[in-house]
């Protein structure tokens, strides 16, 4: 009984919203309109750190124009880099680029599929998904503000699974 009351209060609430913006007017399909705050908690959660990004003339239009202090000094502890003239950024976009493909996989990946996949890793593969799993560790050991992650409870049970695992 409490269900329905639920999903009946639900549908009433839902009956007064006069747009879905993630699905009609201009938005279209647009989920996020800048990727601005996932520089700016970096920027912000290691302020004493330099940071090294690839070129992007929109967020760097973007943080030029925000104004960074600290007790009324400005923080400027960042820089954007051509990727050729940076052989770290060349790496974190194969980081970055490869867990891209990861999160992806375990996005649109079965759980039976997920299980048949890692059953049939090579040595190579497990070997590989090892040291993954053994550099994440160490980096979560040294700091949780490293990790930043947008993704379902499934793709996290599936990550879980996959890497660590861990049985759901």
Same mark, same amino acid.
């Given at each position: ?7 009946? /209060?639900? &549908?009433?609430? /839902? ?5 879905? %913006? ?24 290691? +302020? ?8 992007? +003339? ?10 960074? *202090?600290?007790?009324?000094? %400005? ?12 052989? !770290? &950024?060349?790496? /974190?976009? &194969? &980081? !970055? ?6 999160? =992806? ?9 997920? =299980? ?5 890793? *090579?040595?190579?593969?497990?070997? =590989? ?19 930043? *992650? ?19």
């Amino acid at each position: 009984m409490l269900r329905a009351n639920v999903i009946e /209060s639900l &549908v009433k609430e /839902s009956l007064k919203i006069k747009e879905l %913006p993630f699905i009609s007017g201009f938005h279209g399909k647009e989920l996020i309109s800048s990727f601005m705050a996932f520089y700016l908690r970096n920027l912000y959660l290691f +302020k004493n750190s330099r940071h090294i990004f690839d070129e992007e +003339k929109s967020i760097q239009d973007e943080i030029k124009e925000f104004d960074w *202090t600290e007790n009324g000094i %400005p923080i400027q502890n960042c820089e954007f880099v051509k990727s050729n003239d940076c052989k !770290a &950024v060349q790496i /974190s976009d &194969v &980081v !970055a680029g490869f867990l891209g493909k990861y999160f =992806t996989y375990l996005k649109n990946v079965s759980d039976e599929q997920l =299980t048949i996949d890692k059953s049939e890793l *090579t040595n190579i593969q497990k070997n =590989t998904l090892d040291s993954l799993k053994e550099l994440i560790d160490i980096s979560d050991d040294l700091c949780r503000g490293f990790f930043n *992650t947008v993704s379902s409870e499934g793709e996290q049970r599936r990550n879980n699974y996959f890497l660590h695992g861990v049985e759901a």
